[in-house]
């Protein structure tokens, strides 16, 4: 199973829409890995990317919010904050197992419904907001 960006998931926004392609790109990567029975690897690799990038795109989010008067900006911030502290416990359980198929899977169900959920639900609101539509 592929994890692909479609311009269905776009925000409007084309500095979060390309940062977000990025989170696809190495969402990606991991399914490909798991493929080719290299899992344990990607997710090493998928965790440290998502520690160092995660934090720049939900700054970056964050301050775009608040330069619009984003209504929304707290809800964001929780969600952020929830999605933070979720990859810490990932990180944590796989430095603990060493990458057992039980951390594949929940790291694959974290990217997954991040990737899925949180863009196609809550951030496609920011471009709603931007083009003057009801959120």
Known sequence: MAVTWTEALSVGIDR????HKKWFEHADRLFEA?????????????????????????????????????PLLGEQQRYHA????????LKDDFEKSGGNLSVIIAANKLVIDW????????????GKFVRGEKI
Do not use: C, P, R, W
Request: no cysteine; charged share 30%.
């Open 16 to 19: 979060i829409d390309e940062q």
């Open 82 to 89: 929830e999605f933070i502290k979720s990859l810490a416990k």
């Open 115 to 126: 990737l899925t959920n949180h863009i196609s639900v809550v951030d496609k609101k920011i």
């Open 34 to 70: 798991g493929k080719s029975g290299k899992s344990k690897e990607a997710i090493g690799e998928l965790l440290q990317f998502l520690d160092n990038y995660t934090k720049t795109h939900f700054s970056d989010e964050e301050k775009y919010m608040a330069s619009i008067n984003y």
